[in-house]
Antibody, heavy 117, light 109 residues
Framework: QVQLQESGPGLVKPSETLSLTCAVSGYSISSGYYWGWIRQPPGKGLEWIGSIYHSGSTYYNPSLKSRVTISVDTSKNQFSLKLSSVTAADTAVYYC??????????WGQGTLVTVSS | EIVLTQSPATLSLSPGERATLSCRASQSVSSYLAWYQQKPGQAPRLLIYDASNRATGIPARFSGSGSGTDFTLTISSLEPEDFAVYYCQQRSNWPPRWTFGQGTKVEIK
């Protein structure tokens, strides 16, 4: 069973870079699946941020592409999100998730990131 | 960019009733459509993938149908634990990109 756990600062200052890590257990990242980040502003819907395939290819939401970097550390079996130049609009619960292209079957519990000075 | 529009925004039903949720795509997504359930404070759960296939462990009362631009999630008989928000999600063929609908809340009447 794939298990995912997000970690990172819960508070980020405006204009700085948001950095989160998703630790994976029960499955080797390099074996398969897409590994993605999805966020949800308080009281709102879901927004796909981007994903990385087990081969290392990355795919980003066009609306965030200029600010997003997703990378994998196979030695630690984890993947990471960096979102630069954050504003209050980036305040959200950030989820890491994994699955096949047809859907994300495995999700972390989510972590709230607040952008505020 | 493909836009997914879900309707209704809120569905008020009683336990035991049938729920029918709609998801319409701004252009054809073939059968690349998934449905998720989300309860307060929880991560979404994959219910249906490729329009009509139930994910592992999903009860048979959940079913999906449709192709192209019009899709439906049906809950045949609502259980108390089914009251939640439901999202549809499409995947573009290439490059892979995923888009969510705005959600339908199924609430107790």
């Amino acid at each position: 069973q794939v298990q995912l756990q997000e970690s990172g600062p819960g508070l980020v200052k405006p204009s700085e870079t948001l950095s989160l890590t998703c630790a994976v257990s029960g499955y080797s990242i390099s074996s398969g699946y897409y590994w993605g980040w999805i966020r949800q502003p308080p009281g709102k819907g879901l927004e796909w941020i981007g994903s990385i395939y087990h081969s290392g290819s990355t795919y980003y939401n066009p609306s965030l592409k200029s600010r997003v970097t997703i990378s994998v550390d196979t030695s630690k079996n984890q993947f990471s999100l960096k979102l630069s130049s954050v504003t209050a609009a980036d305040t959200a619960v950030y989820y890491c998730a994994s699955g096949y292209s047809y859907g994300y079957a495995y999700w972390g519990q989510g972590t709230l990131v607040t952008v505020s000075s | 960019e493909i836009v997914l529009t879900q309707s209704p925004a809120t569905l008020s039903l009683s336990p035991g009733e049938r729920a029918t949720l709609s998801c319409r795509a701004s252009q054809s997504v073939s059968s690349y459509l998934a449905w998720y359930q989300q309860k307060p404070g929880q991560a979404p759960r994959l219910l249906i993938y490729d329009a009509s296939n139930r994910a592992t462990g999903i009860p048979a009362r959940f079913s999906g149908s449709g192709s192209g631009t019009d899709f439906t999630l049906t809950i045949s008989s609502l259980e108390p634990e089914d009251f939640a928000v439901y999202y549809c999600q499409q995947r573009s063929n290439w490059p892979p990109r995923w888009t969510f609908g705005q959600g339908t809340k199924v609430e107790i009447k």
